[in-house]
């Protein structure tokens, strides 16, 4: 985020944005919601279940990883991930302030 002086900005509007940019991906959301609803971790069933190659499966981990949302342990020859509960709260919870900002209801405000 060099170029739009992130220094301008909150660390609360950084976060926001980070985390926006990292969940800006359909298949970064598929992930989320099978890993979610799996009891336990999930290793190497996500191929199978999103429909998409290995190697695009694991950029996509990593990049969820960067944030904190998943988190992941060596089980053997693969990893396996289950959502890191307290980031998932933390992230709802800046969400949530996010858009509990009041608007303008009025109608002459467009």
Not at 37 to 47: A, E, N, P, Q
Request: glycine letters at 8%.
């Amino acid at each position: 985020m060099g170029v739009t002086k992130t220094d301008n900005f909150t660390a609360s509007q950084n976060q926001i944005a980070i985390v926006a940019k990292v969940l800006g991906h359909p298949a970064r959301i598929a992930i989320l919601q099978q890993i979610a609803t799996t009891k336990g971790c999930i290793c190497g069933d996500l191929v199978t279940k999103i429909g998409l190659a290995q190697a695009t499966i694991s950029q996509h981990l990593r990049e969820l990883k960067s944030i904190g949302i998943i988190k992941g342990n060596i089980e053997g020859t693969s990893i396996c991930y289950c959502i890191n509960q307290e980031k998932w709260n933390e992230i709802r919870q800046d969400l949530e302030a996010f858009f509990n900002f009041e608007i303008c209801s009025s109608n002459d405000c467009c």
